[in-house]
């Protein structure tokens, strides 16, 4: 039999030698990495590695310094800013904050993940009068908290919040989500939780998952592959039941 293709269309992002300066601080550095569709990628490093400022290069909220950002196969730097909105409407990102607006109703916190599509006067028409309440009915029932949809947010715990701003991701339909420490202000039980939501999500509609943890147990539960960062290097790149204690212990410099 002949040798298969190499199959390269289903690189959902790739790192091309990327540094990202800040002033004089390279907070990335010359960094290489290739994510391919329906991965579930954790990125762990000390504070201060660069793992923000590499989801920011992912979703093109940053531009590198030198290098070149390639996502769903499209380099960003020579994109349009319309060619880079499509490919940012592609992508769905979520905080450790959850950046969702306290005082309005979940079903509108929801409803935001349709802004990149809808019009301007739409959104402001639904904010008033929501619109599509069926698919934020269902990204809400997908999340585990249907019956929120009518609750103002700010009345939600920490771990609701959390489950909110992936439903208004759902709504986006991304192929790929992208979390900046989602867990880090919830309890380990609730952590679990959230981790555990965005694996099925992933598994369940195959989509690319890449977050950044604090939590390298939960990496390891929850992904197949860990990215080491420090001082804005990767120091490994490997399956998620190859990374021992060895690799933890020189990622963080732990010498006792
Ligand atoms: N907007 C900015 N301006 C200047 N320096 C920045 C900026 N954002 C990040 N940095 C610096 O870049 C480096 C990498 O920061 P980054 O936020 O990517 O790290 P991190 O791995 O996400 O850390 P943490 O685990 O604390 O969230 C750090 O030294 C940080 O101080
Ligand atoms: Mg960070």
Redesign the pocket.
């Known amino acids: 039999m002949p040798d298969l293709p190499l199959e390269t269309s289903n690189i959902i992002f790739e790192l091309r030698n990327v540094t990202h300066q ?2 004089s ?1 390279a ?1 990335v550095r010359d960094v290489t990495l290739q994510i391919r569709a329906g991965e579930r990628v954790a990125l762990v ?10 989801i920011s290069l992912l979703n093109g909220t940053l531009s590198p310094s030198q290098g070149e950002v390639w996502v769903l196969g499209q380099h960003l730097a020579r994109l349009s800013p319309r060619g880079l909105r499509h490919v940012q409407r592609q992508i769905g990102t979520i905080y450790q904050q959850f950046h969702l607006v306290n005082n309005l109703r979940v079903i509108h916190n929801v409803n935001a993940g349709h802004l990149g599509r809808w019009t301007f006067l739409k959104g402001v028409i639904s904010l008033a009068w929501p619109l599509d309440v069926d698919t934020a009915a269902k990204a809400l029932a997908q999340v585990g908290i249907p019956e929120k949809i009518y609750e103002r947010t700010d009345r939600l715990s920490g771990g609701q919040q959390q489950r909110v701003a992936i439903a208004r991701v759902l709504v986006q339909q991304p192929q790929a989500i992208l979390a900046d ?1 989602p867990v880090s202000s919830l309890d380990p039980e609730r952590s679990r939780e959230i981790m555990s939501l965005l694996r099925d999500l992933s598994q369940t509609t195959g989509k690319t998952l890449v977050v ?1 943890l ?1 939590d390298i147990d939960l990496a390891r539960s929850h992904c197949d592959r860990i990215v080491g ?1 420090r001082e ?1 290097q990767v120091v490994f790149d490997r399956p998620a039941d190859e990374v021992n204690e060895t690799f933890i212990r020189a990622l963080y410099k732990i010498t006792a």
């Open positions: 800040f002033g601080l907070a490093g000390p504070s201060g590695a660069g793992k923000s400022t590499l420490e950044s604090h960062l804005g």
